[in-house]
């Protein structure tokens, strides 16, 4: 059928997806206006909370719209009309229909699902009428002489606000100060690191639903942690021996391996996901003089040596309490090494402007045992990513640390063994198992026992 | 054995002449509707039970031949004989007895509660006294001579609310009969057990005049009521008329336990069946016409269909989110002056409104000094009553029934217990059980709460025994709303029992005073509004729940949550506590995903816990953390620091919302 038999414009309307959404996003057009279409022919792609789909030409003709891509469009309102000559005129939306989408959120009825509710009471805040310090953001208003004014209209502003907006993001970034209060709200993301640029990517509709619905009232991150153990036969005697700084290797492999996941350097806000594009580590480290973390500014870009010369200069600057405040500012991504102070297990807290912090525990080995094992622990912010996504990090970040101890000569090895789960061929035979070679996507050759053959 | 378990044991006369042939007709329609309706119940064709009141017709048939148009009968369960007596409709008990539409009461009331114009039963023993003697005080006050009637049996004299009720009667001269129907059997319970001294003296001792007749002189009974309705009629003042009789047939069904030969006896005497010997040919013809009517009457109700369905019961899924609008409230007078002030205004305005409670004339003017000045005002609408709370809200529900605006106040909300019975059984029913034929736009007033030494049983917070109820409404003042506007919107629009909780503490604090900075005010668009205070420009960490009292402790609590602890609370302060409207704590909750429940009173089973269930049965996953603070499961002792202690407070709140 063309809509020539007719010689009207067909309308096409937003059809109800499912129940949930009143709404979907319009993510792309697939024809520009005015192009002739077939009938049945994709017009443009839609996503709702749940899925995304396309809308197909009902007959054939010219394609006229107004919305463009990345509108909200209601699901009954016109979407756009097919006519034959590309003309015809659009008809004026019924206003009730519009209206009721606006005005009338998304019900809360016995739905299990109140993310959409939620996501609809966050537009629905009216703008604040006036200000309100916490005992603590007056502090630091007069701590820093800033003017009370710019908080105009802002409503309740806590400390982390008024951090926020200070010119050098001196204390808020160390995360010293964080860890020093209780609290989640001390995570919170503020803003992104001063001075480095970023790139922005829109959230999809359904993970800020998602967010949504997952936000516990605190409104920056959502801290979340994976923790990975990792075999060792003496990973830190071996960098001494070998005359290598284990800080410089974390700083280098991180550095590398946030490259692959980006998401563990950037930041949320706005709903939106920010992504840095310099990958700066900072690392936190306290010798006695408090804790400071120093940034490594493009660890991605340097060389071992690179990063070993800088860190001996800023350890000689920290101990001279000499550290400049531009070598404390931009960090990404942060690193936190507690194995001095015998830390096994502990819970790093999510830098402001950041979205993960690598946690490294200190090395364990029963009596007697030169098999030892570690913690490499990753509090990442839940809203940009997932725990899969995380241990994964994880995992590549514990298969390079190996290889170095295998290269350093701190792991001798009298059998071969599994280099997943460290099961030794002897071990391995007791319960009927055996090893096979692997060579893995990069080339390496390493071997892996049947039973994680079969989990992988 | 007693005067008053003496049977009369006059000859019954069996003469019968010209007026008295229309009061045996109708005795003995009567007695055919209750033969009836026990050949019905076994049938099964009944639900639940009938009291009969086979042997005793003649009290109805009596009374009701003197009464006229605007007086008002109060019954009891055994109450059908008096209802054919005084409206002759056969026909709508009948249908009603069996649970049709074409009842009554629609089938909705049954055997017990029957409402015609002019008439109303209930099966709760004394109860319908003291609304019989509210009224009486209505029609005192419509200058007319009609009287109000009040059917009770002996049983029924060990309830206390028919004491107060005659003390209220004589007191205030009202112009009810009360009409003691003595059987001498209170269900199984033969009188001698459990009654002390004289029947009649106790009307006397409350100089109330008394009367005596019996159902075997038919003549002589209809002479002493009429002289007792005459004497209600023309002095405005109270009477009270015993009338010995006998009850034939068990208390209801299949619970005889007296002696069958002293049944027997009182057969063969049976005024009745005695007339019926007497006058063969007439008695015949009357016995005739009455089955005809009565089995009419049951085949047309067996045509009609069962009591209509219940509507749809509100499921109370949110399904609307609240319209929220700034609020504006100037800082006021303080929150006893505020109601002070409507009472005034809209006594002045609305002429039906009548006060009634303890101590709340001028100059006293009420305990906390509501009523101050009122009784000089408007001389004749505030009544101090007697220690008698019962009687209190029972003169509510009468003058509510007679289309008055009664405001009843309860000193302390720890007494409305004794009201219970007038608020649950009473107000709370009529409008169902007689099938809208009326509305009861009551509204009691108390104040709760503790933190004044008064002590256990002068401090608690008793209003969720009285949550729930449908057709009532339970409504808690704050300081956020101007209680002045509370009342006025309260007087436009009530048509239902409602109590309005107060509070001690709250009456000194000052209406829409000092408020913290960076929270906005804001109520629904509902005239009894819920009130949030909304912490601006950041989402809630967690949403705290209270009502009444209880918001300016949690206020101060959340002010210093944010100053010390920057933990950004949104209180949500309902005034409706029943029928609640959830979508405001719901909307509240999905955005903190913390939810804190406040109150002062006991929480096992309370506010916090109904609305806790609510938010888990209508969005499962919204809530992470949930609290209750609420008093301890302990009396309240009287030591101020130690009440300061068991009570929820501010310290309390900050504690647990950290
Ligand atoms: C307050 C209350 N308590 C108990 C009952 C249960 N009950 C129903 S009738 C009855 C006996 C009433 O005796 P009486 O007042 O002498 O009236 P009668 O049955 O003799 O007509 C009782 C105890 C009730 N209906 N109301």
Redesign the pocket.
């Known amino acids: 059928m063309s809509c020539k038999d007719k010689g009207e414009p067909v309308l096409v309307y937003l059809p109800k997806e499912n129940n949930n959404d009143e709404s979907a996003r319009l993510l792309a057009w697939r024809v520009a206006a005015g192009t002739r279409v077939t009938a049945g022919q994709a017009l443009a792609e839609f996503e709702t909370s749940k899925t995304t789909f396309e809308l197909y030409a009902p007959v054939e003709g010219i394609v006229q719209y107004r919305h463009r891509d990345g509108d909200e469009i209601a699901v009954g309102s016109l979407v756009c009309l097919v006519s034959e000559d590309g003309r015809a005129a659009f008809p004026e939306e019924p206003p009730k229909k519009a209206a009721a989408v606006q005005t009338t959120p998304p019900v809360v009825a016995a739905a299990p699902q109140p993310g959409l509710a939620v996501g609809a009471f966050m537009s629905r805040e009216p703008v604040a009428q006036g200000r309100r310090f916490s005992a603590r953001a007056r502090e630091l208003l007069s701590r820093h002489g800033l003017d009370p004014e710019q908080f105009a209209k802002r409503g309740l502003v806590r400390a982390q606000d008024v951090l926020a907006c200070l010119p050098v993001p001196a204390e808020a970034t160390i995360p010293g100060e964080a860890r020093s209060q209780k609290g989640p709200q001390n995570t919170r993301i503020l803003g992104p690191a001063a001075g480095v640029p970023y790139r922005t990517e829109q959230i999809s509709r359904s993970k800020r639903l998602e967010i949504a619905f997952l936000r516990s009232g605190s409104q920056h991150t959502l801290p979340s942690a994976v923790t990975l153990t990792c075999p060792t036969r003496g990973l830190r005697a071996a960098a001494e021996r070998a005359g290598m700084s284990l800080s410089a290797v974390l700083v280098y492999e991180a550095g590398r391996l946030l490259q692959k996941f980006p998401a563990f350097s950037s930041f949320f806000a706005d709903d939106c996901h920010h992504f840095y594009q310099e990958v700066n580590i900072a690392l936190a480290f306290d010798a006695g003089q408090g804790l400071k973390t120093p940034v490594l500014r493009r660890a991605d870009a340097k060389s071992l040596q690179e990063l070993e010369g800088e860190l001996r200069e800023l350890m000689v600057q920290y101990l001279n309490d000499e550290l400049a405040v531009e070598s404390l500012a931009g960090g990404t991504f942060t690193i936190t090494d507690l194995a001095q102070e015998g830390a096994a297990f502990f819970s790093p807290l999510i830098n402001q402007g950041q979205s993960a912090i690598l946690g490294v525990g200190a090395e364990l080995f029963a009596p007697e045992q030169s098999q030892g094992w570690f913690h490499l622990i990753l509090a990442f912010d839940h809203q940009l990513s997932n725990g899969r996504e995380a241990t994964q990090f994880l995992v590549e970040l514990r298969r390079r640390l190996l290889a170095y101890e295998q290269a350093w000569g701190g792991v001798h090895r009298e059998e071969p063994f599994c280099q997943h789960c460290e099961r030794t061929l002897s071990t391995l035979r007791e319960i009927k198992a055996h090893l096979v070679e692997e060579v893995r996507p990069d080339g390496a050759k390493g071997q892996v026992c049947s039973l994680c053959l079969r989990g992988l | 054995m007693s005067e008053e378990a003496t049977i009369a044991d006059e000859e019954p006369r069996g003469g019968v002449a010209g007026p008295l042939a229309e009061h045996y007709a109708k005795a003995v329609l009567i007695r055919q509707v209750e033969q009836t309706l026990l050949d019905l119940f076994a049938k099964g064709e009944l639900f639940g039970t009938v009291?009969t009141?086979i042997g005793?017709e003649w009290t109805g048939v009596a009374v009701a031949a003197h009464l006229r148009r605007g007086d008002v009968v109060f019954s009891?369960?055994?109450c059908h004989g008096h209802y054919v007596a005084i409206t002759d409709d056969v026909e709508g008990l009948v249908a009603e007895i069996m649970g049709r539409q074409s009842g009554v009461c629609g089938g909705r009331g049954g055997s017990?509660h029957l409402c015609a114009e002019g008439f109303f039963s209930n099966?709760?023993?004394?109860?319908m006294t003291p609304v019989a003697a509210g009224m009486a005080l209505a029609l005192k006050r419509s200058s007319n001579d009609n009287i109000a009637v009040a059917f009770?049996?002996?049983?029924?004299?060990?309830?206390g609310a028919l004491y107060e009720s005659l003390n209220i009667a004589s007191r205030w001269q009202l112009p009810v009969l009360i009409v003691l129907?003595?059987?001498?059997?209170?269900?199984s319970?033969f009188?001698p057990q459990t009654l002390a001294g004289g029947i009649l003296a106790r009307p006397a001792a409350f100089g109330i005049p008394t009367l005596e007749a019996n159902t075997w002189q038919p003549e002589d009974l209809l002479d002493k009521t009429l002289q007792a309705v005459e004497q209600v009629r023309r002095t405005r003042g109270p009477c009270f008329l015993r009338v010995d009789t006998y009850?034939l047939m068990a208390?209801?069904k299949g619970d005889d336990t007296r002696d069958p030969q002293e049944v027997q006896r009182h057969w063969q005497r049976d005024p009745i069946s005695v007339f019926l010997e007497a006058h063969a040919a007439d008695g015949a013809k009357m016995q005739r016409t009455a089955l005809e009517r009565v089995a009419a009457a049951v085949e047309a109700a067996r045509r009609a269909p069962f009591t209509a369905p219940l509507p749809e019961p509100p499921t109370g899924a949110v399904d609307q989110l609240p319209q929220w609008r700034p609020a504006e409230l100037p800082a006021g007078d303080r929150v006893v002056n505020c109601i002070h002030d409507a009472l005034r205004r809209n006594m002045e305005r609305d002429q039906r409104i009548v006060l009634i409670g303890e101590d709340i004339e001028g100059p006293y003017g009420g305990a906390f000094k509501v009523t101050k000045n009122l009784s000089a005002e408007f001389p004749g609408r505030v009544f101090n009553t007697p220690i008698s709370e019962a009687a209190i809200a029972g003169l509510g529900n009468g003058l509510a029934l007679a289309g008055l605006r009664p405001v009843c106040e309860i000193m302390f909300g720890d007494f409305l217990t004794l009201a219970a019975?007038q608020f649950i059984n009473h107000a709370a029913k009529f409008r169902y059980m007689y099938n809208n034929q009326v509305q009861v736009p009551l509204i009691i007033r108390t104040p709760m709460g503790g933190k004044r030494g008064y002590g256990a049983t002068h401090s608690q917070s008793l209003e969720k025994h009285f949550l729930g109820l449908p057709d009532t409404q339970v409504l808690a003042i704050h300081h956020r709303f101007d209680p002045g506007v509370f009342y006025d919107r309260l007087f436009a629009g009530v048509d239902r029992p409602t109590l309005v909780i107060e509070n001690k503490l709250l009456y000194g604090v000052r209406v829409g005073g000092d408020r913290s900075d960076g929270f906005a005010l804001e109520y629904t668009s509902d005239p009894l509004p819920t009130t949030r205070l909304r912490p601006e420009g950041v989402l809630p960490d967690l949403t705290i729940v209270c009502y009444g009292g209880m918001l300016p402790d949690v206020e101060k609590a959340v002010d210093a949550l944010f100053e010390e602890h920057e933990i950004a609370c949104e209180i949500i302060c309902p005034m409706r506590l029943y029928p609640l409207d959830l979508g405001p704590i719901l909307e509240s909750v999905l955005k903190s995903r913390r939810l804190l429940l406040v109150e002062e009173g006991l929480g096992f089973a309370a506010f916090g816990a109904e609305v806790a269930a609510q938010i888990l049965e209508q969005a499962p996953g919204a809530i992470e953390v949930m609290a209750r603070i609420a008093s301890p499961e302990h009396p309240i002792p009287s030591c101020g620091p130690l009440e300061k202690e068991l009570l929820p407070g501010e310290k309390q709140i900050i504690q647990r919302a950290r």
């Open positions: 009291h009141c005793q009891n369960h055994r017990q099966g709760v023993q004394g109860g009770i049996g002996d049983g029924t004299l060990g309830e129907e003595n059987n001498l059997y209170a269900q319970t009188q009850r208390h209801s019975d």
